[in-house]
């Protein structure tokens, strides 16, 4: 029976099974939802609205009307609505009904959400580590409850994990082939460049995974060619390249730099931040209606002293991301209801991530030996990157505002499935010779996240103000409270592990 369980999660089959379990939950979240959801869903939406009336990415100054979503014409993070504009074009074209938009528009965010998963499991079978493993994780990483929250609503992020995940991809190949060939491909490279430039545009996020990219390439190039022959190398590179293929080329490097240009250096001159403040681009009157530069202007005008110790900020850092991860919230519509983690995927998550954590690092010598040492190498700079960056820039709010904003569990998504990797390893090298303990631990995870997460989460802690106000859609979410709520634990207490 055992075996039959590792070949089973060895197989397509349950890859498919995985993709089609987040899409289902993404579903229900589309269809029962009420826009606008919490993750900004009006903001996107709004910006969406405004580039479908303006053809062109640029504005000369700040829109007309667009006061609510802060300075748009120097946010650097726009590729996303610009790109979706399109497709609500067309659509506005045979409706004009908000409802039916917002539910495609989904659809499309669930498509590109689900795209990130083959190129993750890449990613992580690239480590050498089992197919099994590896599905194990992806089925993790689809049960943690604000994954389907986030990929069933318009939202950035769903965009923004394909394209960590196939930047990282292209870097792997591009350092395989310099140690196979011991030559730089600069086609290669061009075309990471322009994804990397535009995924910058994206999400501002990009900017220290482009750095650390950046980093990893510079070694393996570094240790690979001498310096001194380093431009002559360039030089047959762009050679070697097809007539058609270098224009094209040449012509993709133009124009992605020139829309990072555009954003981040002008941003750079004008106001010596590359994501300038709404404060430093509009005025006061104008940010007002921007709810979140206005809700740090009052908290920073209100604020107290506040110990700006990093370890302590760090403590309420990761509670923060853990409790964002696990909860339940609704949109603006209920002031943002939260309602609390249950109580299996919570726990079972923070003891399987500090015990998984711990053994990787005492087992790490063995993983390091053991498995793919290149994309080990990757994804710790990628990830110390960007969690470093996330927590700084974070840690900067809190000391303007006094109050610890903006912590939000999705920002971890890009790369918690290496984080989720790291700890499967731990476990996996440690209890090696126990194949019973190491499967019964497995099938514990399993019963923690299927016993209340990913969807159910919402199910079960949803109110009627959380769903459309369309009678169909309550009476079958209440249906499935009725049955739920009594299997599972923790799902009388709404405001558990809140306070």
């Known amino acids: 029976m ?18 089609g379990l987040l899409i289902a939950q993404a579903t229900w979240i589309a269809l029962s939802g009420r826009y606008p959801m919490a993750f900004d869903e009006d903001f996107h939406f709004g910006i969406i609205r405004l580039y479908a009336h303006h053809l062109s990415p640029f504005w000369a100054s700040q829109p007309a009307n667009a006061d609510a979503f802060g300075a748009v014409s120097r946010d650097p993070s726009y590729l996303y609505q610009y790109l979706m504009s399109f ?3 067309l659509i506005s074209l045979f409706t004009h009904n908000q409802t039916v938009q917002v539910i495609i528009l989904r659809f499309i965010n669930i498509g590109l959400f689900a795209s990130s998963l083959p190129l993750y499991q890449r990613l992580l079978l690239r480590a050498k580590a089992s197919p099994a493993l590896v599905h194990g994780i992806l089925f993790g990483f689809v049960l943690i ?11 950035y992020d769903n965009l923004f994990l394909p394209l960590v995940a196939w930047t990282l991809l292209l870097a792997l190949r591009l350092s395989d082939e310099l140690r196979r060939t011991k030559q730089f491909n600069l086609q290669l490279f061009g075309g990471l460049l322009i994804l990397c430039l535009l995924a910058s545009l994206v999400k501002y996020a990009f900017l ?16 690979t060619i001498p310096f001194a022959l380093l431009w002559s190398d360039i030089q047959r590179g762009f050679g070697a390249i097809a007539g058609r293929t270098r224009w094209i080329l040449v012509l993709g ?4 730099a020139g829309l990072f ?20 681009v509009l005025s006061v009157d104008h940010c007002s209606s921007y709810g979140p530069w206005i809700r740090d202007y009052h908290y920073a005008a209100a604020k107290a002293d506040v110990s700006a110790n990093p370890i302590i ?3 309420q850092w990761f509670h923060g991301m853990w409790l964002r991860l696990f909860f339940a919230v609704s949109g603006p519509v209920t002031n943002f209801a939260t309602r609390g983690p249950l109580l299996l995927p919570a726990v079972g998550s923070i003891v399987l991530a500090v015990i998984g954590l711990g053994l990787a690092i005492y087992r790490w010598p063995t993983i390091w030996k053991r498995y793919d040492k290149t994309l080990l190498l990757l994804i710790l700079v990628v990830s110390i990157s960007y969690v470093a960056a996330l927590w700084l820039d974070e840690y900067r709010e809190y000391l303007h505002t006094g109050v610890p904003v903006a912590i939000n569990g999705r920002y971890l998504l890009p790369v918690l499935p290496f984080f989720m990797l790291l700890c499967v390893l731990g476990f996996k090298e440690s209890l090696k010779s126990w194949r019973s303990i190491r499967f019964a631990v497995a099938v514990a995870a399993c019963c923690c996240f299927v016993a209340g997460g990913g969807v159910l989460t919402f199910i079960v802690r949803a109110e009627d103000g959380w769903y459309w106000q369309n009678q169909p859609v309550i009476d079958v979410n209440h249906a499935a409270q009725k049955v739920l709520k009594p299997a599972i634990p923790g799902s009388k207490n709404p405001v558990q592990f809140l306070f």
Request: with cysteine; hydrophobic share 45%; charged share 15%.
């Open 208 to 223: 220290p995974i482009f750095a650390g990219l950046l980093v990893f390439l510079a070694v393996f190039l570094l240790r």
């Open 87 to 89: 497709p609500y074009r």
């Open 2 to 19: 055992q075996q039959k369980i590792i070949n089973f999660l060895a197989s397509k089959r349950c890859f498919y099974a995985i993709v």
């Open 261 to 280: 240009g555009e954003r981040y250096g002008i941003n750079l001159v004008r106001y010596h931040e590359p994501v300038p403040d709404c404060g430093q």
């Open 145 to 155: 409850p604000i994954v389907p929250l986030l990929a069933g609503q318009i939202n």
């Open 313 to 315: 900020y760090t403590g």
């Open 253 to 256: 490097l133009l124009i992605s």
